[in-house]
C-alpha cells in the first residue's frame, strides 16, 4: 500500500467549502488533512458495522408480531 498522496477533485457545495476553510484554519491544517480523516472515520465505521453484523448473522431471526409482543411483555413498547 502506498502512502503517496494521490490527488482527486472534489466539488463541494459553497458553504461546506467555506466551513472546511474556516475550520483548517483553525486547527491550522488543510481542507485535504480534514476530508482525509472524515473519510477515515466514515470507513471505520463501516467496518465496525460490518464486524457487528457479522458477529450476529447467526442469531435466531423472529417476526414482528413476536418482535412487539416481546416489546410490550419487557415494557418497551
Known amino acids: 500500500m ?6 482527486s477533485t472534489i466539488y463541494f457545495d459553497a458553504k461546506i467549502h467555506d466551513a472546511l476553510r474556516i ?6 491544517c488543510s481542507v485535504s488533512d480534514l476530508v482525509n480523516e472524515a ?3 466514515s470507513l471505520a465505521e463501516d467496518q465496525e458495522d460490518l464486524a457487528a453484523f457479522e458477529a450476529r ?7 414482528y408480531e413476536a418482535l412487539l409482543k416481546d416489546l410490550n411483555v419487557h415494557g418497551m413498547s
Do not use: G, M
Not at 2 to 7: I, R
Not at 57 to 63: F, M, W
Open 2 to 7: 502506498t502512502t503517496e498522496p494521490k490527488p
Open 39 to 41: 473519510v477515515r472515520q
Open 57 to 63: 448473522a447467526h442469531e435466531p431471526t423472529i417476526n
Open 23 to 28: 475550520k483548517a484554519a483553525i486547527n491550522r
